[in-house]
């Protein structure tokens, strides 16, 4: 049941790619940016699934941390809502385009229609960027986050002796900080000038004037801090998911728009066809005059009345055309509008040739048959000059 959505849009759909193009020319890369849009769901799941298990573990290392950490916390609180809102734009992102691109008839639908046109496919694809840029600014984090664990257990690892001298230093740099020790230094006057570097993701001098290294260590141990490490790939991953959800939504975005201008040229062709085949048949049709043919035959006159008067071929094929161009669901009304004129040109046809039948079957029922006859052609000629014969009439 599930065919191309548009075929119009599809020249090789029915075969081997057209004029010798090779698969990546014609039918290939529509279905390859068909297939970037699972996939790049299925990366970011699976990037939610190792952020989010390991976010316990992260979450545990960064209380040993103290206040100085306060922006990783904060990273890591709104680690859940960040994948979840992403998880779920790309799984709705990709039944839309599926939606698009394949065809099915038990899901035809206005609201279909309106969730798979160029318009919505755009504004999804502004969406995807805008989790892209959010991505690519907690890429940031994460690797800060990743630098300051794996400093802290490459000191862990060291042993029990360097762990106490590191934690003496966090001691000397707490006292170089009090207001006392500021005003004395045993090494002289200070041979370098200050220094303005920072960093907007963690607080260095509350990172490091409240740090338990001793602590940290044991609260950290088992490789509980390689869960940073993980944090770090799940967010490199979501790039890619987003950088490729945008490119599958770009192609399917271009794509829905050729064949709607493909659908809207042929609406216009056919529009154009059909006041041509108006104007053809309005030429052909006869033109009835009113009035009687009185004194032609005597007492059993027969009288013939005008054709109903019917809407110029101009004005008809003009409503027909403007209608299929302003809107493509107009075409419907186009098209029957020009049947209808149609129906009404074959109506008017039949009926002049059964009053001519009805007045040559008048005209033999009287003795003077062939001088009547012949008056009925004469006046028959003199009001319809350009009638063809009715068997030659043509009906379009």
């Known amino acids: 049941p599930l065919a191309a959505a548009h075929p119009a849009a599809h020249p090789a759909a029915h075969g081997g790619a057209p004029d010798g193009k090779s698969c990546c020319e014609s039918e290939c890369c529509e279905l390859f940016h068909v297939l970037c849009a699972p996939a790049a769901l299925l990366v970011s799941s699976v990037a939610a699934y190792s952020a989010y298990s390991h976010s316990t573990e992260v979450q545990a290392c960064l209380t040993g941390l103290g206040p100085g950490a306060g922006p990783l916390q ?5 680690l859940a809502v960040n994948y979840v809102l992403m998880v779920t734009l790309n799984a709705v992102c990709t039944v839309v385009l599926w939606l698009s691109f394949f065809h099915c008839e038990c899901l035809e639908s206005s609201f279909k229609h309106k969730m798979t046109s160029e318009r919505v496919l755009g504004w999804l694809m502004v969406l995807v960027w805008v989790t892209f840029g959010m ?10 986050l990743n630098g300051v664990l794996a400093s802290l257990g490459y000191i862990c690892n060291l042993g029990p002796g360097v762990v106490y001298l590191a934690q003496e230093l ?6 170089a900080t009090t207001t006392s020790s500021a005003s004395y230094s045993p090494y002289g006057a200070q041979p370098y000038g200050s220094h303005g570097a920072g960093s907007p993701y963690v607080d260095i001098g509350g990172l490091v004037l409240n740090l338990d290294i001793l602590q940290y260590c044991k609260n950290t141990d088992d490789g509980r801090d390689t869960g940073a490490s993980w944090v770090m790939y799940g967010c490199f991953a979501t790039l890619l998911s987003q950088a490729l959800m945008a490119a599958a939504l770009g192609a399917e975005k271009a794509r829905v728009a050729v064949h709607d201008l493909h659908e809207q040229q042929a609406l216009e062709g056919k529009a154009n066809d059909m006041m041509g085949q108006m104007h053809h048949a309005f030429e052909q049709l006869p033109l009835l005059g009113g009035g009687s043919m009185g004194g032609l035959f005597g007492p059993s006159s027969v009288h013939f009345h ?3 008067s019917m809407p110029s071929a101009p004005y008809v094929a003009g409503k027909a055309v403007g209608a299929a161009v302003a809107h493509p669901d107009a075409a419907k009304a186009a098209l029957d509008t020009a049947v209808a004129v ?4 074959q109506r008017a046809t039949a009926s002049a040739s059964q009053m001519a039948a009805a007045a040559s079957k008048a005209v033999s029922s009287t003795p003077q048959a062939a001088q009547a006859q012949a008056a009925a052609s004469s006046g028959l000629a003199h009001i319809m000059p350009h009638a063809t014969p009715p068997g030659a009439l043509v009906h379009t």
């Open 342 to 345: 149609n129906q009404a040109k």
């Open 170 to 175: 966090v001691y000397a740099i707490g006292n």
């Open 306 to 308: 005008a054709a109903p």
């Open 74 to 78: 904060s990273l890591m609180v709104s």
């Open 135 to 144: 991505q690519l600014f907690r890429l940031g984090f994460t690797l800060t």
